[in-house]
């Protein structure tokens, strides 16, 4: 079985949660992501939902990461959520003249569309707009929260542009919906988000939920997928079971991935 096309890593890396953990005791904000990429391939950044980065924040990341390393980004919900996909090629520049510079480092860019962007037919006729005018050397990927998308008219749509379609296990979508979707890869990519149903967890330290089974049928189905596509591109949330990054590793051993444990990171730390 070959996954290594399969990039498995979590939602984030900045969580003083899981110091001691996953980071070694004492670990500082400033050396969390140089940690974590020691033990995954790529991360999906939340915080440029909220803002464009900075040119100084993109080079920290890059500074921080080997060159195989790849950040996935959440493209920002000035585009999203505040003019819904409308009026969007100045902040859409803007944000794609600060992630550029990330090169090869840059994964896929993830467009969220807000719960209320409903199926309706203005909606459809605003997303078949937006995706022309997005570039074609850049991987996108779109997220819907309302499960009426999840249609053929959407599979062609996406399919006609190479926009992948992103499959988030979440309360909005049922998963057996999800694992047959994943079998319809519309890019040559494929965007898998492990979300949980709901928030209700706030300690990221320690697995919480027993969601085993949860992920035997998910690596059954990647490493189906795996030939099939460039890329998976998988990310957990700490809402899954609880602390992401032992979520990620658990998927990494059932689709014989190396796997780094938290105490090989604190042995390479004591190297320095």
Do not use: C
């Amino acid at each position: 079985m070959t996954t290594t096309n399969v990039l498995l890593g979590t939602q984030g890396w900045n969580y003083p949660a899981w110091v001691g953990p996953f980071y070694p005791t004492g670990t500082r904000a400033v050396d969390m992501l140089g940690l974590y990429a020691r033990a995954f391939r790529t991360v999906e950044v939340d915080s440029t939902f909220y803002a464009v980065p900075a040119d100084p924040v993109v080079r920290g990341w890059v500074g921080r990461v080997p060159p195989e390393f790849v950040f996935s980004l959440k493209v920002p919900q000035a585009i999203t959520h505040e003019r819904r996909l409308v009026d969007t090629d100045e902040v859409l520049a803007h944000f794609l003249e600060r992630v550029r510079p990330l090169g090869a480092r840059l994964g896929a860019l993830l467009v969220q569309l807000a719960p209320d962007f409903d199926a309706s037919r203005g909606h459809r006729h605003r997303l078949a707009k937006f995706l022309e005018r997005l570039p074609h050397d850049l991987r996108w990927a779109v997220e819907f929260r309302d499960a009426r998308w999840l249609d053929e008219a959407t599979h062609d749509l996406l399919t006609e542009h190479g926009i992948g379609l992103a499959l988030a296990d979440g309360r909005w979508v049922k998963r057996d919906l999800v694992l047959a979707l994943m079998e319809r890869p519309t890019a040559d990519f494929v965007y898998l988000r492990w979300m949980g149903p709901n928030r209700r967890i706030t300690d990221y330290s320690r697995i919480q939920v027993d969601r085993e089974e949860e992920i035997d049928l998910w690596a059954i189905g990647m490493a189906a997928l795996a030939p099939r596509v460039k890329t998976i591109y998988g990310y957990f949330n700490n809402h899954f079971q609880g602390h992401s990054p032992q979520s990620a590793r658990e998927l990494q051993r059932r689709l014989g991935q190396p796997v780094v444990e938290p105490a090989a990171l604190r042995d390479q730390e004591e190297l320095f």
